[in-house]
């Protein structure tokens, strides 16, 4: 089967099961689906609202097709598509940490808060770190 048969059969899938599947492949499969899956990820990353998601597609679009793409092409493919998101992602932790710390709430969840954004740096490594 080729890759354009697999990524066609992919695609009828429902999102989770499109996540699920190019989280299983390897550099070879992320190059030779490069065209197709990355603007699909990065629409599954702008349509979602779950922080933790978002997150999870930022990873998988950071760590395993940034690599694929060609270093003058990263700003129109990827740079220029997800930076106001992730920027939204950070401010939005941030002020979380802000409300936390404003709040005095100890019953509220600082741990969760700051994993996250360690989550969100991990993720973005890839962009700053060749």
């Known amino acids: 089967m080729s ?7 992919t695609m009828s899938q429902s999102q989770s099961g499109f996540l699920e599947t190019v989280v299983g492949w390897d550099s070879t499969k ?14 599954c990353f702008q349509e979602l609202d779950v922080i933790q998601e978002q997150i999870g597609i930022l990873k998988i679009i950071c760590h395993s097709f940034l690599p694929c793409v060609q270093v003058t092409d990263a700003e129109e493919k990827v740079f220029s598509r997800l ?9 939005l932790t941030l002020e979380d940490i802000q409300l936390y710390t ?6 509220s ?9 360690q989550v969100l740096f ?6 700053i770190v060749p």
Do not use: H
């Open 83 to 91: 930076m106001d998101q992730v920027c939204g992602l950070f401010n």
């Open 30 to 43: 992320c190059q030779e689906n490069l065209d197709t899956a990355l603007p699909r990820l990065i629409e």
């Open 122 to 127: 991990i993720a973005c490594v890839p962009c």
């Open 102 to 107: 404003q709040k005095g709430d100890r019953k």
């Open 3 to 9: 890759s354009e048969t697999d990524y066609s059969v």
């Open 109 to 117: 969840s600082l741990p969760l808060i700051t994993d996250r954004l």
